[in-house]
């Protein structure tokens, strides 16, 4: 039953009247169930009255779908009583403080593809009962202290696709149910020690496809309950044993995907291991005990790794497979001593032989040990193993009115109203925040003695200048936050003395063009964010230097225009986000030489026409595509020529084209958006019409035109039925006397086996 529905439900088809007493007895039941809803409800008021357009509101089992509704505010009329909220693919950008306390019967909450860039201190106040945040594929760069305060009951968090760069020190610190912890396809670089504070029941911990490749040693100290750790797909160039070691109860680590090119000594203790998977690795070769502390050691992937043998392994008596395929394997003598380890301990092994040529292609297990036959020796491997730099010492008092915590490493003096840069920080701090001040001026040498510190915050700041050598010292700085300020231009040699920094922020301020000469001392710039500034072009020269970039953030300014050979210097650029700019056309020429590059907005530019070929520079590369939002007219029949299965994402609402290319061989779409758009509903569209009747995807196409059909579902139009080889089974199947009666409006009757029972659809 709906919020507020009072409608009388006749008997149901096909059931015998019933005499006058026992009707009488049901309308008295009916009766009294109404009217406690009502009480339920109030002062709520009646459904309609609550549920918000474009929303579909379900009684039943208090749901509330509010899908692609183009909403930029959570809406304000939600029913208090919903437990289930799904807001997916609309366009909030930010997550106000308390905006969900008129909910606060909240179980599950989806803001998915919501085009969030940032949750507020407080966002999700008063959701006590939520066990369940799915904000995965937004725009969000930095977690705060206080991001996610009051989910004290939250049990999955998924913040998977996200731009997270940066997770600050007791972010996690009020979700002490959590159990599963997705921070996937994200771009960290560092962890630092105790960032996992407060998550005591987390069993999963999933950090795969970051670019990290610094880990605090005690990272991971406050996970009494992790069972399973993924970080595979990331930039680790050793395995991080002193970070591992405090999981006692993990029995499954993921490494593969990392270039790791040895194990050392002792490299791994951990107690309750079963499981290590350093598959897809760059492993040269590894210590006979590397894993002597593992004893509880199971199964170990080593596939596709640059072995041409190893070491008996010792310690790890309960072994039973290793896998070792797509290994050079050189099956001479020097591998015996493993081969004959494997007979006596029982181990199973997978994997053959790649040299010599009589041996070629034989499975290990099949070898006898007269076989393995030395013609030469093979000289020893003299890894090297990384040096491990030892901590200075903290020292220093904490300056007058800021805050220091010795356990995490963490200073702040965050909106104290300091005119001047504040000094004295104990020498161990790693991360100082000196958000909400009014500096103005970064003079030289503002930060002596802090050669640890990875993360500096000068948000909103009033800075105008930032001056040569202001950064000297920080040889460790991974991330600079300058958003917010009123910088306009930076000397070449304004990042001199942290040659380490990736993430440079610069957000909204009034640079008018690239700082270019400024990134040539940066050689190890992964991440940088121009958003919301004046830049006009992107011109010859502009990213020299910038040989690893590989995430590019201009939205938002006033770029009419892209040198063809602009981006060529960032060779590894994998995203390039250039919405709401100037661009009258897709910069093709500039995409040349981009081999890597996977996600393309150009979402609120005016460009009119898509030629032909636009995008076929990145085509072998290119999964997330966005044309949104830009008054599109028309489609070039090839400008999605190279283009294919890879595409995993594709946008196209809210523009003016009646008709678009062929993609049927868009095979690996996950996500296609044409709401808005005015299709001519004709014979020349029935390819499309065919093509999503077949996706199990929830496109959004309407009709434009004829007249008859306008604001149809394309897959509902009848005006494809005099189309040629329209008949049964030529549009995915659909009969049109279906069809025809799906396309017209039809009286609607409450019955029992209705599948639209329990849901209102918003008449606002």
Sequence with gaps: MLFGDTQELGPAPGLTAVSPQLQVSRTMRLSWGLLLLTVTLAPGGTAAA??????ICDNLHAHVLCLNGNLTAIPGTIPQLTKKLDLRGNSFTVIPVGAFLATPYLTHLDLQRCKVERLEEGAFRGLGRLVYLNLASNGITLLYQESLDGLSSLQQLILEGNRIEEIQPGAFSH?????????RANALVYLPDMVFQGLQALRWLRLSRNALHVLGSEAFATLPALRRLSLDHNELQALPGEALARLDEATRLDLGHNPITYVAEEALAMASLKHLFLDHASLQDMAPNAFAHSPQLRTLDLRENQLQGLPPLAGVRGLVRVSLTGNPLLCSCL????????????VQVEGACAAPPALRGRPLDSLRPQEMRCSHPRPPPSPTTPSQQPRAAGS???????????????????????????QGFPRDTRLLDLRQNTFRTVPPGAFPGLKELVSLHLQRCSIRTLRSGALQGLDSLVYLYLTDNCLSTLAATAFQGAPRLAYLDLDRNTFTRLPTDAFQILPNLISLHLQHNTIEELAEGDLAGAGVLRWLYLAGNAIRSVAPTALAPAKMLEKLHLEGNYLVEVPTAALQGLPSLSELKLSRNPIKHVGEGAFLPVASSLQHL???????????????????????SLYLESNKMS???????FTGLEILNLRDVPFQCDCQLLPLRRWIDKLNLRVGATCGSPAEALGLKVKLSTTF??????GRGKAGGAHPDKIKAASKPTKKKRSGKSPARGFKKSRA
Excluded at 50 to 55: H, N, T
Excluded at 175 to 183: A, E, M, V
Excluded at 335 to 346: G, S
Excluded at 630 to 647: D, N, R, W
């Design 396 to 422: 220093g008092q904490c300056p007058q009115g800021c805050t220091c915590s010795p356990d995490i490493h963490h200073g702040s003096c965050k909106n104290k109203a300091l005119q001047k840069i504040p």
């Design 721 to 726: 039925q005099t189309c040629p080889g329209w």
């Design 626 to 648: 966005y044309l949104d939002n830009m008054g599109l007219e028309q489609i070039s029949p090839g400008a999605f020529a190279g283009l294919g299965p890879k595409i995993r």
């Design 659 to 665: 008709n678009i290319p062929d993609m049927s061989n």
């Design 335 to 346: 591998l015996r001593p493993f081969h004959d380890w494997l007979v006596r301990a029982w």
């Design 50 to 55: 609550r549920c918000p357009a474009p929303c």
């Design 175 to 183: 979700l002490g149910s959590l159990t599963i912890l997705d921070l």
